[in-house]
């Protein structure tokens, strides 16, 4: 596998251009609203109306599609008995969950462009046009945002709410600059959606963010809104799709920055070997064994605390091998890197007498890791077979 991205890359120019096309076919695009429903037959009636009145009073081609987990919460009866051609309910049954129903919905969706909200109440209809006319003046995505000037979210939202909402932003930095990338309210247009939909893996609340890292949306625009809580019905984010987000995260990482991403994981994985190395000598040491002894004991313990972590993290697209083989290539691919250290340490305090000998052994261990994350990248744990998309699901 090459280092960096790793994708089928449309070259950004000709994404451009279709983009530059797109926004100067029509001055007046139509919208399709992709909501996806989880017991929310209370807040339907309002959210339609109101949603109603941009095609109504503001002449908005729209159409609306409520991706519904089998909510059995008269939901189906309530659309039925609308009879508006312009709602399409869609009951879903199988691969339930707010990331697929959403991009379910990107696929069902006729419209030049896409809108995606809650149905709670939480994300108010009326910003609509906003978020479709900054396509129109040329963004890739349009982001309902609480935290840009304008912007807020209700009063009571407690600490932990807060802090949790700051840390998840945080942990999205290095893929956008957005101020709020977390939220579930967003635009993009129907072409940039096609473009990635054979690569879309949502596993979580965070579709917004994973449309922004695939669709490439570089010209992201934040339009202001105001977060209201939900009126009727329970939120349904939980500790565990916290837990999922962090996954996305990783995910979202090696699809983005490719074998940069396992190097960064060998590099942690390798941090935390020392942490361990040092406690076990320390542990021996006090059970009053010998330092030779314990020194070895230190080195195997990492070792293979290193491989497991190695495995199921850095290089866990190659899981599926053999764990023999691997444990052998692993301890090889460590054992090359220690005699190149050697020998490059040793090389350059030779080379440069005036060096001091911990900036040649410096040297040697960068030599050292270098070489045995690449031996174990390319060699022990083999990334030819795994294809684009078994590596999305990491
Ligand atoms: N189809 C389907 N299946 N829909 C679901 C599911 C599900 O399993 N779980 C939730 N939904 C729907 C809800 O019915 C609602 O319309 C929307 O997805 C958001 O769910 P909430 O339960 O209201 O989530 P939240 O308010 O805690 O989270 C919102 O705010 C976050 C930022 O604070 C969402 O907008 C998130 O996307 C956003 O990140
Ligand atoms: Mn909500």
């Not at 991205?5 to 139509?30: F, L």
């Not at 866990?316 to 692993?330: D, E, I």
Request: some cysteine.
């Amino acid at each position: 596998m090459p280092f960096g991205p790793n994708r089928d890359k449309e070259p950004t120019t000709r994404q451009g251009d279709q983009h530059e096309r797109d926004s100067q076919i029509k001055a007046v695009p139509s919208v399709s609203v992709v909501i996806p429903t989880y017991r929310e037959a209370e807040n339907l009636p309002s959210l339609i109306a109101r949603l109603k009145e941009l095609r109504t009073v503001g002449g908005m081609d729209l159409e609306l599609l409520i991706m519904d987990d089998d909510s059995r919460d008269g939901t189906r009866e309530f659309i039925e008995g609308l009879g508006e051609e312009w709602v399409r309910l869609f009951i879903r049954t199988s691969e339930r969950g707010l990331g697929p129903a959403v991009c379910d919905g990107l696929k069902s969706a006729h419209g030049d462009v896409i809108v995606v909200m809650d149905a709670d109440l939480s994300h108010p209809p009326e910003c609509i046009p906003a978020l479709v006319e900054a396509l129109g003046a040329g963004h890739d995505f349009a982001l309902g945002s609480r935290y840009v000037e304008g912007g807020s979210t209700a009063k009571d939202w407690g600490f932990f709410r807060r802090l949790n909402s700051r840390v998840a932003t945080l942990l999205a930095k290095p893929f956008t600059d957005a101020k709020d990338p977390m939220s579930g309210f967003f635009a993009l247009r129907r072409s940039a959606c096609e473009q990635a939909a054979h690569c879309l893996n949502p596993i979580g609340y965070k579709i917004g963010l994973e449309l922004i890292v695939k669709c490439e949306c570089e010209r992201v625009k934040e339009i202001p809104f105001h977060f209201c809580d939900r009126k009727a019905g329970e939120s349904k984010l939980t500790l565990a799709e916290q837990a999922r987000y962090v996954r996305h995260i990783r995910r979202l990482f090696i699809y983005k920055y490719g074998a940069w991403a396992n190097l960064a994981q060998f590099l942690a994985v390798g941090a935390l070997g020392v942490i361990v190395n040092l406690a076990t000598l320390t542990l021996l040491m006090d059970f009053g064994l010998g330092i030779k002894f314990s020194i070895a004991a230190a080195i195997a313990v990492s070792m293979a605390f290193n491989f497991v972590l190695n495995r199921r993290f850095t290089f866990s697209h190659a899981r599926n091998g053999s764990v023999t083989k691997q444990f052998f290539g692993y301890i090889g691919a460590c054992s090359l890197g220690a005699l190149l250290n050697y020998f490059v340490a040793c090389g350059l305090s030779r080379q440069f007498p005036s060096l001091c000998p911990q900036l040649a052994a410096a040297g040697g261990i960068i030599a050292g890791v270098g070489a045995n994350f690449l031996f174990n990248q390319f060699a022990v744990f083999k990334t030819e077979k795994a294809t684009e998309e078994e590596r999305a699901v990491v």
